[in-house]
């Protein structure tokens, strides 16, 4: 996905269970000019009725921000938490089944272990899956999964609605990869490549560096 | 995470691209008595503004709602599309470094191939990383990562803050698995497993068939 402009801050904030909070801590942060980017509901511990992972972008004083987000009703406690991004950087995604989409996974990881190593963050995020429907459906959605930027589809045979897919997700900036394969997705594909590892290796390389 | 109550939609809202849409849509989702599990922006394709993906539980009236975002002030297009958890499922997350991470992975995606096959949803996600303050920051992170439900650390040595952080994502109803290693994790995880693919097929196996 496209990357917010300017500096985003995440925010973990702590409610009561009751519709209405995101609702008015969304309020909040249009009135500081913030746009959100990022909500997840967070795991619930005993203690704590709902905690809320949001991230914003372009609110100038993050302090004022915090202490409003505070004021809100039914809100117990705000703090700052970095950002996914910061913390699991890109996703390579990979996506279909059989022997290969656990040879793409393996080395997509490799190569994301020597970059993260040097300081870079990339993560790989893995879905065995087979079935056209099945499989384009995925493909569609990671055009709207949070920091996704290169997809690599691993199988013996894809091609359909899974063609008219990729070409939407890469209409949506972003890059498709692919093992070598029957069917029509090596033909709308950015790169095909005949060997597993090395298309995960490939995923890796094409989007290491790039900020 | 604690899955959401009742069914959840995932609509996504296109609109133009100015703060203060998310808000007006929280508020309109409010009203309809709902509540608001996860939000990401989109890919931005040339012809779009904007583009968000929110899923909503606990909102009785689908059409009513659709119809009602449609005439949020900003907003061009909202359609129905599948969740995230409907698409992906439920979330291993594999973190730690070396080659243990990725036979891990590989063990994991194995097994979830095998159940996904037979109709379940399962996604491995994998952050290859190493040094303890990264580390512990991508351990808390997990609490808040929309559908993560097993944790599996990876590496020969993981201790002080990491360990911290592995009792505070327990409480947070996360699952804990950790290859043998060094330092005090094994001391605080769910589970050791002393074979790394061995590690990543129990991961699996752990919330397979449980919703």
């Known amino acids: 996905m496209a990357e917010p402009k300017g500096q985003v801050v995440g ?23 913030g746009n959100i980017t990022y909500v997840a509901g967070g795991a619930k511990r005993q203690e704590v009725g709902a905690e809320l992972q949001v991230e914003v972008s372009g ?6 921000l915090m202490a409003d987000v505070r004021a809100v009703e039914g809100v117990t406690h705000v703090s700052l938490v970095p950002t996914l991004q910061a913390v699991y950087g890109k ?10 989409v656990g040879m793409v996974a393996q080395g997509a990881v490799s190569e994301a272990d020597r970059h993260n190593i040097r300081g870079e963050r990339i993560s ?9 429907a099945d499989l384009a459906a995925a493909v569609r959605a990671v055009a709207h999964l949070h920091r996704a ?16 897919a990729v070409r939407e997700i890469r209409d ?3 890059i498709v990869v692919c093992t070598s394969m029957a069917g029509s997705v090596p033909d709308v594909a950015d790169l095909v490549v005949g ?13 290491a560096g790039h900020g």
């Open 11 to 33: 925010l973990l904030v702590s409610s009561d269970d009751k519709p209405g909070v995101l609702y008015r801590v969304a309020e909040t942060i249009f009135r500081h000019g």
């Open 59 to 64: 609110a100038p004083d993050t302090e004022q």
């Open 91 to 100: 996703r390579v995604i990979v996506i279909g089944g059989g022997a290969q």
């Open 124 to 132: 790989v995020d893995t879905i065995p899956l087979v079935g056209e």
């Open 149 to 164: 930027r290169v997809l690599v589809l691993a199988g013996a045979l894809m091609g359909g609605d899974i063609s008219h």
């Open 172 to 174: 949506a900036g972003i």
């Open 195 to 207: 060997d597993p590892v090395e298309a995960g290796v490939m995923a890796v390389m094409l989007i």
